[in-house]
């Protein structure tokens, strides 16, 4: 692979999880009440059920770390094709999918933690080609 080739698509994984989780993360700030609202009712009948508050300030925490790291280091690769922060933007952003699948396990929503699965993938990826 080239150069080229390798540094585009370390460019193109950091900007897709720069806007999967600053979304996710800005609008969970900016809609608490209606994020925990849903989670409550989403997580009512599992074990998680009375630590949802505590559980969404953490998954706001880390998506807005996956997402701000993935979206510094995208602007570290194209200026100084350094991908030191984007590498730990995608392992914040393969924790952050592992959290979510967590929950969506514990929920036995099980066609939701399906859908994590391809962005699981995509992520591992990342971390393989921002790590080398």
Known sequence: MSAMTLLLLRILVSAFLAILFLQSGIDKVVDPQGNLGWLKGHFAKSSLAGMVPLLLGLLTLIELAAGLLSGIGFLALIFAHDSTIAFYGAVMSAIAIIALFFGQR???EYAGA?????????TLAGVYLLGG
Do not use: D, G, N
């Open 106 to 108: 514990m929920a036995k």
């Open 114 to 122: 399906a859908v994590l699965v391809p962005y699981f993938l995509l």
